[in-house]
């Protein structure tokens, strides 16, 4: 799957604009970045799109931190013109569009380190 690709099914999946989309892609990537090890958003960057692994990329710099799945909604909401019903559904749509686009190995991986919260979210998304 190619970044446009992806971006088209979370803007079918959600009803938001292509341009939404993108946005709400980019900015969730980059968010849920921030949980994960180095190690992990490596090998994430590894299996996306280079205009999705960049976000991914932006995402990294420091030391994980430890939020939740509300707590990412809100983060991501502050950084789109979206409200938290709108992001919350986007975030769910990213989230399961990943599900498809990176090999399972992977995707169990990052849920692992994402936690239950987004695990919960993914599966209320398919």
């Known amino acids: 799957m190619d970044e446009k690709q992806f971006i088209q099914?979370?803007?079918?999946?959600?009803?938001?604009?292509?341009?939404?989309?993108?946005?709400?892609?980019r900015a969730t990537l980059e968010?849920?970045?921030?949980?994960l090890s180095s190690g992990e958003a490596l090998e994430?960057?590894?299996e996306l799109p280079e205009g999705l692994a960049g976000a991914v990329r932006r995402g990294l710099g420091g030391r994980t931190e430890s939020f939740?799945?509300?707590d990412a909604?809100?983060?991501v909401?502050?950084?789109?013109?979206?409200?938290?019903?709108?992001?919350?559904r986007g975030m769910r749509a990213v989230l399961a569009e990943l599900h498809?686009?990176?090999?399972?190995?992977?995707?169990?991986?990052?849920?692992?380190?994402?936690?239950?919260?987004?695990?919960?979210?993914?599966?209320?998304?398919?």
């Not at 099914?9 to 892609?25: N, Y």
């Not at 968010?31 to 949980?35: G, I, V």
């Open 9 to 25: 099914a979370v803007s079918e999946r959600t009803g938001l604009t292509r341009q939404e989309a993108a946005d709400l892609t």
């Open 31 to 35: 968010t849920l970045a921030h949980r």
């Open 44 to 46: 994430l960057i590894m």
């Open 68 to 70: 939740g799945y509300q």
């Open 73 to 75: 909604v809100r983060r």
């Open 77 to 88: 909401a502050e950084r789109n013109m979206l409200t938290e019903e709108e992001t919350d």
């Open 100 to 126: 498809e686009a990176i090999s399972e190995r992977e995707f169990v991986q990052l849920m692992s380190q994402l936690g239950s919260e987004f695990s919960q979210a993914v599966a209320s998304a398919e």
